[in-house]
């Protein structure tokens, strides 16, 4: 059985996500890394975001990492980039992150980290997905052998020190509304962007377990947007449940996506001689407009299929340092191994202070195709996808589009779902042929 997705192990807690598969992922998950390493008792570093299903999955994957032999330090509520670089700076063996980011608050997911910091690779995952699904033969030592685990509150204030290092601007002078999204940087904003001398505002950092993403956050920015013209902030930032995304809101209100956030970090990147080999890497879902915004700026966009994972091998395998997501999920490689909100957030802060400009006039310059997405809601995601109508009708849209425009038709990586994407010279082609494909699709 598939176990793992594009992002971990996801699913409705306590059902297809339940305690008794936490326990089995950290026991077998905990045994393969010690497999790949000499030491006695590997450490491992395990976090949570403050959805009301972290508390029970967490100690279950505990429990299966101590049976055996792991040394577990408990980060507690953390950000999943947090735990990210502090796998790198404690020098652990891994690290676990029980989360499912931006999804409503019955998913949750478990995702882990080699000692790099990065995603686990597809090989390690496929061998613990091999022994999930047969008979536990794995060591059960009673004593000497078992693992043991420590809280170590101290991990949050050494990954805000490395967030607050990442930047050498004085950010005062500057009005911002935060979103915390009920998430995992709720209790850390509010520490950070003092420290940085931001005037700042907060919403959505009181986290009661069930209120994760539930209209507020990067997904949903509505309230935020309000809140940034009514308290004539500069500007607005949001956060996603586990803390890897960000999307911001201009003085104007206008959200200001993924795409726009790494044009205006990788212009300036460009100007200062800091963006390696002149290149942004991002998914397919990026807009067109963003591509050829770039290109008026002598910058090259490469891009990868849906996924951060694949953004991320894209910038190692040729040493680029911006990548990212529509989304708001952007990899800063200079300084973490995966997406992280609050770097962004920092990253974004320091363009904007630096320019002089407000990020309405820097965002302006990025001229989008109009783009619309929908979601359909499907029992089988990937044999509906290969259909042979399906496909002829994808096809024969492409071919329309040519060279202004864009179709893109995949599956979810974490929900039952086909993602439908077009993008087209003018709204009135978008929906033509966006209800062309979804009418296709639902026969």
């Keep these: ?233 500069d500007l607005g930032l949001a956060f996603d449940g586990d803390g890897d995304r960000c999307i911001a809101v201009d003085e104007n209100g206008n959200v200001i996506d993924g795409d726009k956030i790494m044009y205006i970090c990788a212009k300036h990147w460009h100007n200062e001689e800091r963006l390696k080999d002149n290149t942004v890497v991002t998914t397919v879902m990026s807009n067109l407009g963003f591509t050829k915004s770039l290109a008026n700026q002598n910058i090259k966009n490469v891009q990868t299929k849906v996924g951060d994972r694949y953004v991320v091998e894209e910038m190692l395998k040729h040493g680029y340092n911006i990548g990212g997501e529509q989304s708001g999920h952007i990899i800063f490689l200079d300084f973490n191994n995966t997406g992280d909100g609050l770097l962004t957030a920092l990253q974004l802060l320091s363009v904007i202070k630096k320019s002089g400009q407000s990020l309405f006039e820097m965002a302006n310059e990025v001229e989008y195709y109009p783009q619309k997405l929908v979601n359909l809601q499907v029992p089988n995601k990937n044999s509906i996808l290969n259909d042979q109508n399906i496909q002829k009708q994808i096809n024969k849209v492409r071919a329309e589009l040519g060279d202004e425009g864009r179709v893109v038709v995949r599956p979810s990586g974490t929900e039952p779902l086909l993602r439908v994407m077009v993008e087209a010279s003018t709204s009135e082609l978008v929906d033509k042929y966006i209800n062309e494909i979804v009418a296709i699709i639902k026969q």
């Design 1 to 233: 059985m598939k176990y793992f997705g594009t992002d971990g192990v996801r699913g409705i807690a306590n059902q297809d996500l339940s305690p008794e598969l936490s326990f089995k992922l950290g026991r077998i998950g905990g045994y393969i890394l010690t497999k790949h390493t000499d030491k006695k008792n590997p450490q491992v570093l395990v976090g949570r975001d403050t959805r009301i299903s972290g508390q029970l999955l967490q100690d279950a994957l505990i429990s299966g990492l101590l049976s055996v032999g792991i040394e577990v330090l408990n980060l507690g509520v953390i950000t999943t980039p947090g735990v990210s670089y502090l796998v790198r700076a404690q020098e652990a063996d891994a690290g676990v992150m029980i989360t499912a980011s931006h999804n409503p608050v019955e998913y949750n997911g478990i995702k882990f980290f080699g000692s790099d910091g990065f995603k686990l690779s597809d090989d390690l995952e496929l061998e613990i997905e091999h022994l999930l699904d047969k008979e536990d033969n794995l060591p059960r030592p009673s004593a000497d052998g078992l693992g043991t685990v420590s809280e170590y509150n101290e991990g949050v204030n050494k990954y805000i020190k490395f967030l607050e290092d990442t930047v050498d601007e004085d950010l005062s002078g500057m009005k911002v509304v935060i979103d915390a999204a009920n998430g995992s940087t709720s209790r850390l904003v509010s520490r950070l962007f003092a420290d940085v001398n931001l005037d700042f505002d907060t919403m959505a950092t009181v986290p009661d377990g069930l209120n994760i993403n539930d209209h507020v956050g990067s997904t949903h920015p509505e309230n935020l947007q309000k809140r940034v013209v009514e308290e004539n902030a």
